[in-house]
């Protein structure tokens, strides 16, 4: 990118962050209004699951089983959160910080969170740019990253990025060279798979990348922008990439990489990750259980959270809703990986369904969340007003296979998980509204 398209971005992108308030957005709505500031967002505070319509005895089953996998050696340590209508209701933490440690998990332990970063961080930040007019979700990839033109990808839009449609593969390794921006350009010049919106296909290589265009289009790394635009105003303090050493004895490890000769703790697991400097679109943001939640109830009130306001709620809307209709929940839906892989998604976000997602077979229709390869979940039932943040270190998968994706999500027990946390609601049916 020329230095004078790059002044040009961040010339534009303070212009818009410069109409911010509180240390959030407000800027011009779409449809005619005035600005997109909302009323005040609930906030998370601690309660009891009998005040929001919820079992208590049920809700310490759930914990319980989680404590009985980490005794039986499925995973070292986890924390979990439950809230539901503002309130948490549980948040408690299990085992120990790696396999074989006597350290044990607190509730503020620092997990890595691979792909969680694709919401937490780079749906978040190009929502936010989106917000403030900087980036908009029809803008091409190329006009602000001009090298991704190559190879008939010119017309490809940020909102095709972000629905997982772009038509790149699922990812493109590169970990032999050393030259990192030979690295990104290469994976730039990447040939697609598939015709753009034709279908869908998981892929890091697009959220990598997808990451690459906002720090162009902005002017600023990715940390930065997500850290200025969405955790800073949410209060978000432990959601970081790259924690600091200072933080190392906070962090949950993940497993030895052969790659790097040790046992992965306070480094993104991801080799192609660690190898570009750990800030990625893709992967490489950890945090906590409770920074988590805070950011799934700013989401489950369409983008503020107290007196942020750091979404425009129509585009929270359109976030979490299903933006492939291009695929159909019954071909896709046929298997954990495939539901990962194919299945219909928001921006960002996965989208639930009722056979083999990894938030289980009683959420509600509509609700959204996501999966990241170490282990971690994060889910949210709107019509329930239900977050459920589910959190371990059981490490990416060696190799990262079909077989060996169903063995972490049969170890970790995300399914027994979320299915709990609705068992312990106060109504009937599998979307009943009671309670």
């Known amino acids: 990118?020329?230095?004078?398209?790059r002044s040009f971005n961040r010339r534009q992108f303070l212009h818009g962050m410069s109409q911010l308030a509180a240390v959030a957005a407000v800027t011009p709505a779409l449809g005619g209004e005035d600005s997109w500031r909302c009323a005040?967002?609930?906030t998370l505070a601690a309660g009891r699951p009998e005040d929001v319509g919820m079992c208590p005895d049920r809700l310490e089953d759930v914990f319980a089983r989680i404590q009985r996998r980490v005794n039986d050696g499925l995973f070292p340590g986890?924390?979990?959160?439950?809230?539901?209508r503002g309130v948490v209701v549980g948040h408690r933490a299990f085992g120990h910080m790696a396999a074989g440690s006597d350290e044990p998990v607190t509730l503020d332990t620092i997990f890595d969170l691979q792909s969680l970063t694709k919401v937490l961080?780079?749906?978040a930040a190009a929502i936010a740019l989106a917000s403030a007019r900087v980036v908009h979700l029809h803008d091409r990839v190329a006009r602000h990253l001009p090298e991704f033109a190559a190879n008939g990808k010119g017309s490809i839009t940020v909102h095709d990025m972000l629905r997982y449609a772009a038509g790149l593969p699922v990812d493109n390794q590169l970990l032999d060279e050393p030259d990192r921006e030979k690295v990104w350009r290469w994976m730039a010049e990447t040939p697609l798979e598939y015709p753009t919106g034709s279908s869908v296909l998981y892929s890091d290589l697009t959220y990598r990348l997808l990451g690459r265009m906002l720090e162009a289009a902005a002017g600023e790394d990715l940390d930065t922008l997500a850290r200025a635009h969405v955790w800073g105003p949410l209060g978000m303090n432990d959601t970081m990439f790259n924690p600091p050493p200072a933080l190392a004895e906070r962090i949950a490890a993940t497993g030895y990489s052969d790659h790097r000769g040790y046992m992965v703790r306070g480094e993104v697991q991801d080799e192609q990750d660690f190898a570009l400097g750990g800030v990625t679109g893709c992967d490489g943001v950890f945090s906590t259980a409770m920074d988590i939640a805070v950011f799934c109830q700013m989401i489950l009130n369409g983008g503020a959270y107290g007196d942020a306001h750091v979404l425009r709620p129509d585009l929270v809307r359109r976030m979490t809703s299903n933006n492939t209709h291009q695929v159909t929940e019954a071909a896709t839906d046929t298997s954990p990986i495939n539901n990962l892989l194919f299945s219909p998604k928001g921006l960002g976000w996965e989208l639930w369904t009722r056979r083999f997602s990894h938030g289980?077979?009683?959420?509600?229709p509509g609700s959204y969340g996501k999966v990241g390869g170490s282990g971690t979940f994060m889910w949210v039932d709107p019509e329930r007003e239900l977050i459920g943040v589910f959190l371990t270190n059981h490490g990416l998968p060696h190799p990262v296979d079909e077989l060996n994706w169903n063995r972490m999500l049969?170890?970790?027990?995300?399914v027994e998980f979320f299915d709990g946390v609705v068992?312990?609601?106060?109504?009937?049916?599998?979307?009943g509204g009671a309670g």
């Not at 990118?1 to 398209?5: E, G, I, K, L, P």
């Not at 289980?360 to 509600?364: A, N, V």
Request: overall charge positive; glycine content about 10%; charged content about 15%.
């Open 360 to 364: 289980g077979t009683r959420l509600s």
């Open 1 to 5: 990118m020329s230095t004078q398209q």
């Open 423 to 431: 068992n312990a609601l106060h109504e009937t049916g599998r979307t």
């Open 410 to 414: 049969d170890s970790v027990g995300c």
């Open 40 to 42: 005040a967002g609930t």
């Open 121 to 123: 961080a780079t749906a």
């Open 78 to 84: 986890a924390t979990a959160l439950v809230a539901r």
